[in-house]
């Protein structure tokens, strides 16, 4: 082991002061810069040691001086993307006189990504490779076999780029070459231009693809082949060969930094209003030492700050506050005190995003909010159009109005959102996240939705016609419950398909890179979370495909994922037909996994596409014509309560609904007598009024359906009790309908409503078994349920009933924990499912 004196004030060398303490080395002393003024001052004048410095360091004893700063040498520096290199890494030198002008002694390589920046290759290469190179540099050193590689004169170069005047941009040169000048001067120097007569530096640049097409307003720039735009993404810059780039920020003279989207607007945001701690938070104050009173106006730059002081800001932020993450320039961007220190609460409390959500609101004053609904597809961590800007309405069922224009997919921003999804595996950040982060993620998306649930339960009832309570509590409600749930199971999730997670080898995860979602209109929150939440704590990426009659939820969504933080091309959301999206998505060769719930015809379809396709996994909830047994042992008052609820939950939209009730023939009357005077006392009427029971039908089509059903079943020669037909209102409104004398060869007895229509059947008294044939004698196998007070009859039932969820003396009491699925047509694979839960059966049982 060696003794060891660490040079350097940075935060990589206190990393690497921290492992080689690991090592075993003993750390004689620490040199870090001294401050004068408040200003970094150099650590000799004139080339000279401070004597007491010198003094101090010679009195150590240090066998080996280790400099604590990474000078990325090796072939990779500002010359490395300004010339386009594709390889790049950093040097460990012996010391001498130059500094980097001895032989060496380690050299790191990397690739160099096509948008990469000195910034971005620092902090996914340079930063940790360099800290384990420095600390590998020692050990060969304590191992006595470092070597010495004279340094090669062949490709050395002293170009002075560094100084702001060399970085002034030719425009007459092809997209390619403008990219690479100005991503290889990002940060220092910065590559410039004059612009409406001053200099403006260009900052975050990124190639476009061929053909790329965009909607902004015209910017002048002298010596342009041709005029940048100004758009939503940033402002997009042309080469002499036609072809474009993207810049995201822009810099002026008196140093302020803006987002090249706002280069025609001021653009602000709302004031924070801070906590005291907050207020006292004074690293800038103790760095503008010079200036006598630092007000809220007071300007950083104007005072006399230099790039020196902006890294040494950014790092005691860090330092003090380790949930700040600061970039230098936040600094540029954000230049007096007031806005400093508004930006740096909105990091800490979690409200400032990397990058600003740019949405396009429709705004209602509804339900005593005003509510604001994104409607445009959301592709890649951003609203866009539709390609051709293809729209749509929405319809809200109460009075049959249109809600908004949504945008409506093509099969090119399918394509899109695939290809978004698949590199969000592969290249991006969520591919390599830990598991825990994915965890804390979820959690934050939760918190989200559960501050904007009545704006999100106001968003469904609209859109979907739910009862507003019923959309607070469940829609809503169960939701957020199912992200909290699945958030918990992201480190311990173990499913043993496709190897072992690269983040933790302890814990082998599933994960089938881009998974599809389709998902219905009767839950429309509620069943993109039951279906969304599994596949992210898996690590999975979504493109989910809405229902086209209830989008809006879906959108309002993925602007709180985004907000959580969620990195770009995790969620994608496509509002569209089935015919076109859903199709695409069954048939999408990167697409390796298909969620679906909706028809079993439309089951059969997707499933067929998916084999044809690549023989994507599928899993499929499909229809239903669930069973509810009531036998004369029961609480009658529960019973009734219960079957209520079990046909009219939701207006029947359930997929879960009993579709048919079988009751002992002993207490039929009685049991019908009293259901439908609990019926007759139903308000029918606006979701949004606290007091209605009964909402309207999701969309017209469905309505007409039930009218059409109710016909056939009065034809047939079932007893139409009560209901069967439209309301005399505006909106698709359905009154609840009872039929009894339901033979089993019956229509209305084999085919599912889907709406509030009771079924009534009855069984002789004692016959058990016989009613179980019954209940049975279905191609369904979603739910179904049994009332007795016998728990010996109870528990034999439920054996009997061939069902995927089996209620006992309850209904519709479903668990965010319990997995849930059917047998036969109503599908196969199981939603709200962590792991491989094995039930007898295969059924999971609610008692109450």
């Known amino acids: 082991m060696m003794r060891i004196a660490v040079i350097g004030q940075s935060v990589f060398g206190l990393e690497v002061y921290k492992e ?3 090592e075993g080395h003993t750390i004689v002393g620490v040199f870090t810069i001294p401050d004068k003024d408040g200003k970094a001052d150099p650590l000799g004048e004139q080339g000279k040691g401070i004597p007491e410095v010198v003094q101090v360091y010679k009195a150590t004893g240090a066998d080996l001086s280790v400099l604590g700063l990474l000078y990325p040498l090796h072939g990779f520096d500002n010359r490395t993307l300004i010339h386009g290199d594709k390889k790049g890494g950093f040097t460990v030198f012996w010391a001498d006189d130059g500094l980097d002008t001895g032989p060496i002694l380690l050299q790191r390589e990397c690739d160099v990504e096509p948008d990469d920046t000195v910034n971005t290759i620092y902090k996914r290469f340079l930063f940790p490779e360099g800290v384990k190179g420095t600390v590998d ?46 991503r290889g001067n990002d940060k220092v120097p910065g590559a410039w231009a004059e612009v409406d007569g001053q200099k403006v530096t260009f900052y975050g640049s990124s190639l476009l693809d061929s053909g790329a097409t965009a909607i902004g307003q015209p910017l002048e720039i002298p010596g342009a082949s041709q005029p940048g735009l100004v758009s939503k993404a ?81 790092e005691e932020v860090k330092l003090r506050a380790s949930g700040c993450q600061l970039q230098n320039e936040d600094v540029y961007m954000n230049t007096t005190f007031q806005d400093f220190i508004q930006m740096c609460v909105r990091k800490l409390r979690g409200e400032d995003d990397e990058e600003e959500l740019v949405v396009d609101y429709v705004e ?24 051709g800007g293809k729209t749509y309405k929405t319809i809200n069922p109460t009075d049959g109005t249109a809600i908004c224009d949504v945008s409506l997919a093509q099969a090119s921003d399918v394509d899109r959102a695939v290809a978004a999804a698949k590199e969000a595996f592969e290249e991006g950040e969520w591919g390599k996240i830990n598991p825990r982060d994915r965890g804390r993620l979820l959690y934050k998306l939760a918190d989200l939705m559960e501050e904007h649930q009545e704006e999100l339960a106001t968003i469904e009832s609209m859109d979907s016609g739910a009862v507003y309570t019923l959309a607070l509590k469940t829609h809503v409600g ?6 909290r ?9 173990q499913v043993r398909e496709w190897g072992i997670s690269q983040h933790c080898p302890c814990c082998p995860l599933f994960f089938i890179l881009v998974c599809a979602i389709v998902i219905p ?16 704590a898996a690590g999975n990426t979504v493109v989910l495909k809405p229902a086209q009659v209830t989008p809006l939820t879906a959108m309002k969504f993925a602007e709180l994922a985004a907000r959580a933080g969620f990195p770009k091309g995790v969620i994608n959301i496509l509002p569209g037909s089935g015919a076109l999206v859903g199709q695409r998505l069954s048939d999408h060769p990167d697409v390796r996994k298909l969620g679906f719930t909706g028809s079993t015809e439309i089951g059969k379809h997707i499933m067929k596409s998916c084999a044809v396709s690549n023989v994507k996994k599928v899993s499929l909830e499909l229809g239903g014509k669930s069973p509810l047994i009531i036998f004369s042992d029961c609480d009658m008052d529960k019973a009734v309560r219960m079957g209520l609820s079990a046909v009219f939950f939701n207006k029947g939209e359930n997929c879960i609904a009993a579709g048919r009730l079988f009751v002992e023939e002993n207490i039929h009357d009685q049991y019908v007598k009293r259901v439908v005077e609990e019926v007759k006392k139903m308000k029918i009427g606006d979701p949004l009024d606290r007091s209605t029971d009964h909402g309207p039908q999701n969309h017209k089509a ?26 005399s209102r505006p909106g698709f409104f359905f009154e609840p309908t009872i039929f009894t004398d339901v033979q089993d060869h019956m229509f209305i007895a084999i085919e599912e409503s889907f709406g509030p229509v009771m079924i009534l059947s009855k069984f002789k008294s004692g016959d058990v078994d016989e009613v179980l044939r019954r209940a049975n004698a279905t191609e369904y196998g979603l739910a179904s349920g049994v009332f007795t007070r016998d728990i010996s009859k109870a528990l034999y039932v439920s054996e009997k009933l061939n069902a995927g969820t089996v209620f006992v003396n309850t209904y519709n009491k479903t668990d965010v924990a319990a997995p849930f699925g059917g047998f036969k047509q109503s599908g196969f694979g199981k939603d709200l499912e962590s792991l491989h839960f094995y039930v007898k059966d295969n059924k999971t049982k609610t008692l109450l």
């Open 485 to 493: 749930y699945f958030a918990g199971w992201c480190d311990k999730i």
């Open 478 to 483: 169960m939701s957020i419950q199912t992200f």
């Open 521 to 536: 209109w009767n839950y429309p929150l509620m069943m993109l979370a039951w279906k969304t939440a599994a596949c992210l």
């Open 137 to 182: 540099a020692v050990r060969l050193i304590a191992a006595g076999n470092a070597p010495k590689i004279v340094q090669p004169e062949e490709g050395a170069t002293y170009e002075g780029i560094q100084k702001k005047d060399n970085a002034k941009i030719d425009w007459n040169q092809s997209a390619q070459v403008l990219h690479n000048w100005i």
């Open 702 to 727: 469905h309505l007409d359906k039930l009218v059409e059903y109710c016909q056939t079943g009065v034809r047939e020669g079932a007893t139409l009790v009560c209901g069967g037909k439209q309301v």
């Open 234 to 314: 940033g402002l997009m810059l042309f080469g002499n060969d036609g072809k474009a780039l993207l810049v995201k920020n822009l810099q002026f003279e008196d140093g302020k930094m803006i987002a090249a989207a706002r280069y025609f607007s001021s653009g602000s945001c709302a004031s924070v209003e801070l906590t005291e701690e907050e207020k006292a938070f004074g690293v800038w104050k103790s760095i503008l030492t010079n200036v006598d009173a630092i007000e809220d106006s007071t300007d950083f730059f104007k005072s006399g700050a230099a790039s020196m002081d902006v890294v040494r800001l950014v």
């Open 20 to 22: 080689l303490r690991k």
């Open 364 to 387: 209602k004053n509804i339900n005593n909010m005003t509510i604001r609904m994104p409607h445009q597809l959301f592709i890649n961590g951003e609203f866009v159009d539709a390609e």
